[in-house]
């Protein structure tokens, strides 16, 4: 069974511009969780989607923002880079809410800001 | 927010038994313990989790205080690539919703 997909692996941009990742959940998995990692710290939550919608956000500005397709897979945006958005992205996938689950995480996508 | 609170940093010796203690004072009583730990720059690994009996797996057992407000995840046979940094996380069990990781625990296991 095919685990979770990111695409691409690694992502260079400059300051200003706009990166897209893309997440490839499990086949089964209605939710879509993405977390950013920065160099040195925990894991942030940044988005969830289950079912196509978005249903929580953690504390980052609108310029993070996402969208969940039909087949499941998912999005993360970020316009207007800035330098600390240098970080590396996870995304993880379950089995959709209300459902006791674990998430399955992604090997991540490096993003660099320069 | 996290709420759990792990030490910074263990070292294990190869082939002995890696007991991984996280404090969870604040824990309610619809919220699950979970435990995952990133090997170097991958994506988290899911461990095991539990509510309040002990749970075993074949990767590792978690022990859960009567009280449920500690546990402790056990890796009983540590091998080197059981180096990684642990995370203890709760979460109510029953809405899919997101994560919160806390700093965890650096596990270095010694040959």
């Known amino acids: 069974e095919a685990g979770v997909t990111q695409s691409p692996t690694h992502l260079i941009k400059t300051r200003g511009q706009q990166a897209t990742l893309r997440c490839s959940p499990i086949s089964g998995h209605t939710s879509v969780y993405w977390y950013q990692q920065a160099l040195g710290l925990g894991l942030q939550f940044l988005l969830w989607y289950d079912e196509g919608e978005e249903r929580n956000r953690g504390n980052f500005p609108p310029r993070f923002s996402g969208r969940q397709f039909p087949n499941y897979s998912s999005e993360l945006n970020v316009n207007a880079l800035e330098l600390e958005d240098s970080a590396l992205y996870l995304c993880?996938?379950?089995?959709?809410?209300?459902?006791?689950?674990?998430?399955?995480f992604g090997p991540g996508t490096r993003l660099t800001v320069l | 927010d996290a709420k759990t609170t792990q030490p910074t940093s263990m070292d294990c010796a190869e082939g002995r038994a890696a007991n991984l203690p996280c404090n969870h004072s604040t824990i309610s009583g619809n919220e699950y313990v979970y435990w995952y730990r990133q090997i170097h720059s991958q994506g988290p690994q899911y461990i095991i989790h539990?509510?309040?009996n002990n749970e075993t797996n074949e990767m590792a057992s978690l022990i859960i205080t009567e009280d449920r407000k500690s546990s402790t995840l056990i890796l009983p046979h540590a091998t080197l690539r059981d180096t990684a940094v642990y995370y203890c996380?709760?979460?109510?069990?029953?809405?899919?919703?997101?994560?919160?990781f806390g700093t965890g625990t650096s596990l270095t296991v010694i040959p």
């Open positions: 993880a996938s379950s089995l959709g809410q209300g459902r006791l689950n674990e998430q399955f």
């Open positions: 539990g509510l309040k």
């Open positions: 996380i709760v979460r109510e069990g029953y809405t899919g919703n997101q994560f919160y």
